[in-house]
């Protein structure tokens, strides 16, 4: 299979951890890479590889796989933090990528 | 800074061919991969396809029979093109570099919307 399933919402208090998930067959294969978007904005890139972080990007932001999951953790989340947050990878073909359904994350 | 924009009709109808055009200031076509994503109204992203600097591509296999991305480099410019469109295809239309398997600059996104 070439989906990649997330849970649809979750939240958090300010401050607080949140761990996101992305479960896929591909993902025992190919890293995840994650991005986030926020209301009415394009996507922008947050964690790819095996846990790299592009310019500008807090350190608060990590990434970790097991298996067929990949994780993108938020530690200390902050109200701008609030957004959808997707996991995108290699389908498991390797020709082709393939998005996460996504999941919106609520910073209470 | 690499900055990418989108442009193109903003309204197409049904069974006619959406066409897009993304410029790209601040970096070379030629030296990386580039690609399409989108997003209907409300919904998730999914990702359309991408050309090489070289002009190689590879195309989402859903869109495939309908699709085509290309390159300009003269203008430092890629294109899409999906033909007989219906009210599926209304979605945000994303373009974004592609390196090593990641889009890391994007465009800001044109909204495209298919009706008569």
Redesign the interface.
Known sequence: SSELTQDPAVSVALGQTVRITCQGDSLGT?FA?W?Q?KSGQ????VI??KNNR?SGIPDRFSGSSSGNTASLTITGAQAEDEADY?C?S?DSGG????????TKVTVL | QVQLQESGPGLVKPSETLSLTCSVSGDSISTYYWSWIRQPPGKGLEWIGYVSGSGSTSYNPSLMSRLTISLDTSKNQFSLKLISVTTSDTAIYYCARFRNWNCDYWGQGTLVTVSS
């Open positions: 190919y890479t991005y978007q394009a996507p922008v890139l790819y590889g592009p997707y995108y290699r020709d082709h990528v393939v998005f996460g359904t996504g």
